[in-house]
């Protein structure tokens, strides 16, 4: 029997009053409207309630009165005995599915200070949630009770949806610029940022967030748009595609992805995953209690290595119904010597497996009501970074030139932590320069001297890193000397250069980075 079918035949059996309560209960004003329904009013993103439009005074008092509502027709359900399905499928509190260009500031405000607890958030598809209306996404909790409220809690974002923040605006009154009254507009946009500071423990908004929204305008809108913004500020991607095998890339992504929330969780700095300074072991396979796990260590400052281990779903039907927003698996980080101390513990939706530059727009179904996979290399966005710095070309043992240039190198993961280096040189008047090399991902450069080690320019050279490459360093280079007497002004021979040496054996290219 379908739902409606199914609350139609139950609703034939009840009082008329409560009946109207359960099928549908909407509310329109000036400002947001709200539906409510005990079926789904999104069965993809599991919410039980939604806001559409502009938020205004008074949606905080509606909003408030939607949960009271939602928790008297389940406390009801739960009343009547014979257990509808519909009550296995209520958590104990609603997940509100949002869709509003944001409002009023400060109502926003009072729904993080007075109501935080008592209800989940999610932006379906072709939703968005922008300005105030992003702040009570970051309101969703998890719950305490109710069949699946540790699936369906917190603050889900589709990968097709829309998050945006940005900077509270100044509304001063037009043709209105006297210093009384812009110091009072400032005064009130600082308590504003200040009642939401005090706010940020209780709701988990992330300091890097609020950095992030205090530095965009208010006239543009920052989007939460990649797999790793996300991961750092607790947000849940679903429905998204999962990765199709447990491979070295899935694994080594979920948990390096993780490992600024393990960072701040211990107090240790955060850094940069990609910078190729950390020894790199391959994850570790093996069988328990016939599940796939997969673990490997990485380093975590002063705690040393972490062992962390990614256990996924045998089953991905929970209690027998699907339901898109779940997660993958656990994620799982034991600390401490022999790893008998603390274990944290993560939830690792879809965006986990994947580069952190990767679009959440790459992570969409094609049908959001079916499981969907594919590799974690498949999926994954390449990582690039880029350094202004400085170029030059010797020939023999003379300098003949040297420019500004930008170096930006890229990486391709594959799924066994191989990786396709690209490096591209862009200079201000010259044609642009292109190396290819073969490594491992997120180690840096292959530093090997091999005569085959790169590609430059279509024809086979070698590289190395050179810190001294004065007449008294292991590498007689004086032209690189020149070089570096030329970038440092004339202060030092000494500075730390990438030397391609070209397969003739008398011409090299140099890079240095501009610090």
């Known amino acids: 029997m379908g739902s409606g079918l199914l609350v139609r035949h139950i609703c034939f059996l009840m009082p008329w009053v409560f009946c109207a309560a359960l099928l549908l209960s909407t509310k329109a004003s000036l400002g947001a409207s709200f539906t409510r329904s005990i079926d789904p009013v999104d069965p993809i993103m599991s919410c039980h309630i939604k806001l559409e439009g502009p938020i205004e005074k008074g949606d905080q008092e509606q909003l408030r009165a939607e949960v009271a509502a939602y928790a008297k027709a389940r406390q009801e359900l739960r009343l009547r005995g014979d257990s509808p399905p519909q009550l296995e499928w209520m958590p104990s509190i609603p997940r509100i599915c949002l869709d509003s260009p944001g409002g009023s500031y400060n109502e926003a405000l009072e729904i993080l200070e007075q109501d935080f607890g008592t209800f989940a958030t999610a932006i379906g598809k072709g939703m968005r949630c922008e300005s105030a209306c992003a702040l009570i996404f970051m309101a ?173 779903d045998t089953d991905p039907i929970l209690y027998n119904w699907y339901i898109p927003t779940t997660s993958a698996g656990m994620l799982m980080f034991e600390i401490g010597e022999d790893h008998t101390g603390r274990t944290l513990f993560f939830d690792p939706y879809a965006n986990y497996f994947v580069t952190r530059a990767t679009p959440l727009t790459v992570l969409a179904r094609t049908d959001d009501s079916r499981r969907e996979y594919a590799l974690s290399s498949e999926l994954s966005a390449p990582v690039a970074k880029s350094t202004k710095g400085i170029c030059g070309w010797t020939q023999g043992d003379q300098l003949t030139s040297y420019s500004r240039c930008v170096e930006t190198i890229t990486e391709t993961p594959r799924e066994d932590l191989s990786a396709s280096f690209d490096l591209f040189y862009q200079f201000e008047d010259n044609e642009p320069i292109e190396v290819s090399a073969e490594g491992s991902f997120a180690l840096g450069l292959p530093a090997n001297p091999t005569k085959h080690s790169f590609r430059f320019q279509k024809h086979w050279a070698s590289m190395e890193v050179d810190g001294m490459p004065d007449a008294g360093d292991d590498y007689n280079e004086p032209g690189v000397d020149d070089f570096c007497l030329g970038v440092t002004n004339g202060e030092s021979p000494w500075c730390t250069v990438r030397i391609f040496r070209m397969e003739n054996g008398q011409d090299r290219f140099l890079f240095w980075e501009d610090h």
Request: glycine share 10%; with cysteine; proline share 8%.
């Open 140 to 312: 969703g909790a998890s719950g305490d009770g109710g069949s699946i409220d540790l699936e369906l809690g917190g603050r889900v974002l589709h990968p097709l949806g829309k998050l945006g923040f940005h900077a509270p605006k100044l509304l001063v009154p037009e043709g209105q610029y006297d210093k009384q009254v812009v110091d009072a507009v400032y005064s009130q946009s600082v308590r504003h940022i200040a009642r939401l500071v005090g706010q940020m423990n209780k709701i988990s908004f992330p300091e890097s967030l609020l950095e992030r929204m205090l530095l965009t305008p208010p006239e543009q809108m920052f989007y939460v748009s990649t797999a790793g913004h996300a991961i750092d500020w607790r947000i849940r991607v679903a429905p998204a595609v999962f990765p199709s095998e447990l491979s070295p890339l899935a694994v080594w992504n979920a948990c390096y992805n993780a490992r600024n929330l393990v960072a701040e969780a211990l107090g240790e700095a955060r850094v940069d995953i990609y910078q190729g300074n950390f020894w790199q072991k391959p994850p570790v396979f093996y069988e328990k209690y016939s599940n796939l796990i997969g673990e490997m260590p990485i380093p975590m400052g002063s705690q040393g290595d972490v062992s962390c281990k990614f256990q996924p």
